[in-house]
Every structure is written in C-alpha cells, then in structure tokens.
C-alpha cells in the first residue's frame, strides 16, 4: 500500500513517516503542495494524506488533483484550525475523511486503514464489473450448434484463442468463418483492442496494397498524405484477411514479408514500419488446390496455416440446424421486442433439417427470419419456409449419404438435449421450446435414453 504524506511543516511529516513506515506502508512524503501534486502525478498512491494550510496549493489542491488522477484516491485531510466550513466542502468535494489535530496516532492509523480497503473493494468490483460485461460480450459471440463435429472445432476454438497464433478457417460462404474469426478475438488477451478486416477480392490490387500496407504522400495520383495501413492500424489487436485466396501473387508476397518480419514496407516508402497483430484469414477455397495451380504460394499458405480450423457445411451437421433455428428465432424476437418467441412446428424442423442449405447458416438465418415475419400464429408451420426448402427431396438411402446424414432420430435426440439445457433442465419449459407435451417430452427423454 503506497500513501503520500502531505504537510509544510517537517517535524510532523517525519513523525508520520516512521509511524506509517512501521505499519508497513510505502511511504513518499512532500513538504509543500505543488510537490504533492507531482508526487501525486509521479507516484499514484493508494491513499493521500495531507495538510489543509500549507503556503501555496494547499490541501483542497491536493484533493481537486487526486480525484482528477484517479477518482477511487482515498484522501484524508488533517487541519489544525477546527474549521467546519473546511471540512464540509472537503468532505463535499470528494475527500474520504477529515482529521482535527491533534489527534491519536491509533486513530488515523484506523481510519488509514478503513480507506485502504475501502478502495481495494472498490478497484475489485470494478475489475469484477468489468469482467461480468466481457464474459457477456463473449457469450454473446458464441458460435452456436450441437454437431459433434461442431462441438469440435469449437473446442479447438476455443484452446487456440488465448495462444496469439495465427489461424486459418477455412468453410463454404455462410459457414460462420467471421463469426468464429471474431469470436476467437473476443477470447484473447486482445479483445480490448481493435478487431480490423479487410475483404481480399473486394478491392483491386493497388488499393489493397495500400490499405493493407498504407502509403507515403505522392506514391500515387490521389495519395495526399501518409496514411498508415490497416496492418499497423490495428496495433495490438486482430487482423481479419477475408477471402485471402483472391488475394494476387504480388500482395502474397508482401504478406508474407508481414507475417514473417513483422513489418510492412508502405507503398512508395523505403523504410519498414513494425507491426503487431494477430493475423486470422478465411477462405471458401480449397488453398492445396490453388497451390497446385499456382495461383497461392506454398510459403504464405505455410506460415497461416500454423492452426487449421474447418468449418464443416451445414448439410453435413444436421444436427445444428434446429438449435440454430431456435437461437435465431430468440434473436429475432428480441431484436423486434417481441415478448413471445414462435415455435417450430415439427414438420417445420423436418423440412429444415432435410434441405441442404447451399447458403449455409446465413440462408438458414434468412429463411427463419422471413419464417418469423410470415407466420401468423405462435407456430411457424412449413408453408412459412421458402419454396426451395419446402420441395428438397427426401434423402435416398444410399448408405455413403446416411453415413453423412443423420436420421431425423439423431438431430432429434441432439436437439431436445440442447434446448434441456438451455432451459436449465427444466423440462415443462423445454417442451413448450420444443412445441410438444410434456407427456411426449418424457416419452421421447426415455427412447433416446437422455438423462433426465
Ligand atoms: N454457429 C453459428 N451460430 C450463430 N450464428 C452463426 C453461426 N454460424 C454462422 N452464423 C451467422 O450466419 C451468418 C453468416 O456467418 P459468417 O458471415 O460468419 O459466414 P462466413 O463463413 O464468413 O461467410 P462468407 O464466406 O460468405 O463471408 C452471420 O450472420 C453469422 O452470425
Ligand atoms: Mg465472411
């Protein structure tokens, strides 16, 4: 615990400072007001206890300053003119305590000690507060599903987040792969600072150079000014490269040169400017493909590659389409402020379990939240589905495509147990989620041997 002791005249300050020093304090002392405010500056202390009449700022100075520093300071004023009108405004303006000299050392040494834990309490709720809004942030981010080969890569997600590597996803459009980029962000010890992409096919070479890289005034027709790169930019946080397999050979090679070094050379500029980022990328390519034709070099393929994640289509983890249809149905009824979330009718989640969704999660959100706007009552029936989704045929039974499909039995027993526990395990609950009694719930917990 450091404290600062404020007082003109000497005797007192060393008095004070062997008694604090004795109780274990870390003492620095100032025998004037203007060394107290750059003690105050140079020492941040715990606590602050100082003199009101001093030649100079005197005591209410020394407040105003501390509350300005760090507004949690403890102060406690000591004064040897009983003065009421002192002690109020002091009192009024923040302080934590005010003394009349003279006074008993067992006294103040209480008092010094109350405010001590007074403001360690106070700087461990707010780190708790902060904590609580994080993990809420975080759980908020959550890629949702109940897929074995989910869970998987969830889990994988979710231990390589803290390690700072850089990472690859890979996965068809609308797979989640930003999702899971920034979710991997939010877990990090960069979470708190910024997450920056860029969509590698949406530019053309140049401008992607110099957005990635930046650029030095006059290096071309319209560059006015230095401009940093988003690379730099994005100092101590995340660098997300969408679509990096769009992204030309000669930028590859630039890349590269980032990644490896940790530096990037500015478009038109000789010196190297250091860089400090997490690089994830994502691509709907198959990148050993592209390697093979040559249009993505092994090299940069290697040093992204470092951890592989694969999101799987949703075709084949059945079972996340209803938990995900459910999560959206609860999001959408929140964003509308709509008390009541609609129900899935089960010939609804048969339709939606059987289609092959091309689009992924993204189509699947889509056609929920026309679903949603559509259905009148409390229950979405299969006529609220688009056509297309509607008419996908039923599966054959070629035994490769069931290997690769599960039964309807299986995203069933998936689903229930998801929605379980959601619901904390409360079954009347569940079974209103999931739209059937609870009478059929029980039954359906016992065939699929769920744990109740
Ligand atoms: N597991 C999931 N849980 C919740 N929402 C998801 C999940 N997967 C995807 N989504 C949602 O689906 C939409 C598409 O996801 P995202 O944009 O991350 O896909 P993508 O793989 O980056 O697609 P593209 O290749 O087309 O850019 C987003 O609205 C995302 O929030
Ligand atoms: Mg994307």
């Not at 007082?7 to 020093?21: G, K, N």
């Not at 609580?132 to 908020?140: H, L």
């Not at 050993?288 to 084949?316: C, K, M, T, W």
């Not at 395990?425 to 009478?439: C, M, Q, W, Y």
Request: a negative charge.
């Amino acid at each position: 615990m450091k404290i600062l002791l404020v007082d003109d005249e000497q005797a007192i300050l060393e008095t004070l400072q062997i008694l604090f020093r004795g109780e274990g304090y870390e003492v620095t002392v100032a025998d004037s007001g203007p060394k107290a405010l750059a003690a105050l500056e140079d020492e941040k202390p715990d606590l602050v206890l100082t003199d009101v009449r001093m030649p100079g700022a005197g005591g209410l100075d020394v407040l105003s300053a501390a509350r300005q520093i760090d507004p949690e300071m403890p102060v406690i004023l000591m004064t040897a003119q009983a003065s009421l009108q002192t002690a109020v405004r002091a009192v009024n303006e923040g302080a934590y305590y005010y003394l009349q000299k003279p006074f008993a050392n067992d006294e103040l040494l209480a008092i010094c000690r109350r405010a001590a834990e007074a403001r360690q309490l106070k700087v461990e709720n707010r780190q708790l507060r902060k904590e609580i809004r994080r993990r809420g942030q975080v759980d908020a981010r959550r890629p949702v599903g109940a897929a074995p080969r989910f869970v998987e890569v969830l889990a994988l997600v979710e231990t390589v987040a803290a390690t700072g590597s850089t990472v690859l996803i890979s996965g068809e459009s609308g797979t989640g792969k930003e999702l899971v980029a920034r979710y991997i962000h939010e877990l990090s010890d960069r979470s708190e600072r910024a997450f920056l992409s860029i969509n590698c096919g949406a530019l053309p070479d140049s401008l992607l150079d110099s957005e990635l890289f930046g650029h030095v005034k006059g290096s071309f027709t319209g560059a006015v000014r230095d401009k940093d790169g988003l690379l730099v930019a994005a100092a101590g946080g995340t660098f997300f490269l969408d679509e990096i397999g769009e992204m030309s050979p000669s930028t590859q090679v630039k890349l590269l040169r980032a990644v490896q070094e940790r530096e990037v050379i500015p478009v038109g500029a000789t010196k190297a400017v250091s860089v400090d980022v997490r690089i994830i990328a994502a691509t709907n390519r198959d990148l050993e493909e592209e390697i093979s034709r040559g249009a993505f070099r092994s090299d940069l393929y290697y040093r992204l590659n470092v951890i592989q994640l694969h999101l799987p289509p949703l075709r084949e983890r059945r079972e996340d389409v209803p938990v995900l249809a459910n999560y959206f149905l609860h999001k959408l009824a929140t964003a509308r402020g709509v008390a009541r979330v609609p129900v899935l009718a089960p010939e609804t989640l048969e339709v939606l379990t059987r289609y092959d969704w091309p689009g992924n999660v993204r189509e699947l959100e889509n056609a929920l939240e026309r679903a949603a706007v559509l259905a009148t009552g409390d229950t979405i029936g299969p006529q609220a589905l688009p056509e297309r989704v509607r008419e996908a045929p039923r599966p054959r039974l070629a035994t490769e495509e069931t290997a690769q499909n599960p039964t309807m039995e299986v995203v069933e027993r998936a689903y229930i147990q998801w929605v379980l526990q959601a619901e904390g395990g409360n079954k009347t609950r569940a079974a209103e989620v999931l739209g059937i009694d609870p009478s059929t719930l029980y039954r359906k917990l016992n065939r699929y041997s769920i744990p109740e």
